[in-house]
């Protein structure tokens, strides 16, 4: 069919060009998985199942690091706010839209995390981009780990702010910007921003010698949890619990948490600039109710295993520990880092599909992980370890794996 207007041509040529320098193997498709019958598994159902039957897959790949998104108290709870309130909220929370089950979640959060102010969005990306635009405008000078998520990255381009980065975890890289820019213009309103737990990398700073290098140059850290939270912590808290100096907590529920949604959470002031200013705070639907009511359900959940003496998180690190520890003695690089992320260095991207093909053949739902996401040469298989995983899994892992002396050379990091 014709273009209704010459013009339509111009833009649609542009984005096809666009398009065709895309590599085959770079392309992204979306498959269609369902949860499956078992806890930690998914069925495939797209065309690469055999004969069009579902494949079981076991989840080595989503974030639900403590299976709590089938929880039969977060789905409770999720369900009876959909029957009670209904599944949306309708408008803005500055509107019509802020329910009483947003400011519960938001009060328990904040005396969970011990910060003053926490405020509910509908995404991590939202927030992200809220406590960049609240901590930061042109006249800032952001300083950010080379590997800080998207979502943070957007954030800065809209602020306005200058930008630097610092190679990853290196707080003497940091500390030597950090004194720079004191020296050059004392005055000037400096932003760090970093993650406690790095989810391409599973690596996570220093966290106490993050927040004390920050106070000490009068620098506002913003500090992403979204991976953290509910896994690493005094109970889950995440790394920057006890840190009061850090500004800005950004947390999200579509992970430990198993439902969605995010937060931001801070002190007072920070907390009422932030409702008062954040442009994406004010012009959006507030969080579902069934969402926060299942994230009020999921920390209560944390809460309640914190009072018993034990924690799920602590489990699973122990266990992320010993995958570390077999791979390793399988002859792959170590995964870095201590968390349930573990990332299996391959270096070729050919190679990595590959392996996640091999691996899928083997029913296990492992993906690849390739520029641009991360930097060319560094593909990348991403375990991630779930709290409700069978016994064996690791096992299934091993063997479909294989040795990596079987790879060639040039595409070991």
């Not at 820019?181 to 700073?205: D, Y």
């Not at 995958?323 to 170590?334: H, S, T």
Request: contains cysteine.
């Amino acid at each position: 069919m014709p273009p209704d207007h010459p013009a339509d041509g111009h833009w649609r040529d542009a984005l096809n060009r666009q398009l065709a320098a895309i590599p085959a193997s770079r392309r992204r498709r979306l498959r269609r998985l369902q949860p499956g019958p078992e806890a930690a598994s998914l069925m495939a159902m797209d065309d690469r199942s055999a004969a069009g039957t579902p494949q079981p897959l076991l989840d080595l790949a989503s974030n639900d690091y403590l299976g709590l998104s089938r929880h039969p108290a977060v789905v409770g709870a999720a369900q009876a706010a959909a029957a009670r309130e209904g599944t949306g909220a309708g408008a803005s929370r500055l509107v019509s839209g802020s329910r009483p089950v947003h400011h519960a979640l938001e009060s328990a959060l904040a005396q969970w995390l011990g910060r003053e102010r926490v405020l509910l969005f509908p995404s991590g990306f939202q927030a992200n981009l809220a406590a960049v635009s609240a901590l930061a405008d042109r006249h800032t000078l952001v300083l950010a780990d080379r590997l800080i998520h998207a979502s943070l990255l957007t954030g800065v381009r809209a602020s306005g702010a200058r930008l630097q980065r610092f190679a990853h975890n290196d707080l003497a890289a940091l500390d030597r910007r950090l004194q720079a820019a004191r020296r050059t213009t004392p005055q000037r309103r400096l932003l760090v921003l970093s993650e406690s737990l790095f989810s391409m990398e599973g690596t996570s700073p220093e966290m106490p010698a993050l927040a004390a290098l920050c106070a000490r140059h009068g620098a506002a850290l913003l500090l992403d949890e979204a991976h953290a939270l509910g896994v690493l912590g005094r109970g889950g808290r995440g790394l920057g619990h006890g840190e009061p100096s850090i500004a800005l907590i950004s947390g999200t529920f579509g992970k430990a948490f198993g439902s969605g949604g995010a937060f931001l959470a801070g002190d007072a002031l920070v907390g009422d600039w932030l409702l008062q200013s954040s442009g994406p705070f004010r012009y959006t639907t507030a969080l579902a109710p069934p969402l926060a009511a299942g994230a009020l359900a999921a920390l209560q959940l944390l809460q309640e295993a914190e009072a018993a003496g034990g924690h799920p998180g602590a489990a699973l690190l122990a266990r992320a520990g010993r995958w570390r520890d077999r791979l390793e003695a399988a002859g792959w690089p170590r995964p870095p880092g201590r968390g349930p992320v573990l990332s299996l260095q391959v270096g070729d991207d050919g190679r990595s599909l590959a392996l996640q093909q091999r691996l899928e053949q083997a029913g296990l739902l492992v993906v690849a992980i390739r520029p641009p996401t991360v930097p060319e040469g560094a593909a990348r298989l991403r375990l991630v370890l779930r709290h409700d995983l069978p016994s064996g899994s690791l096992e299934r892992l091993l063997e479909a794996l294989g040795s990596p002396a079987a790879l060639p050379l040039s595409t070991l990091p």
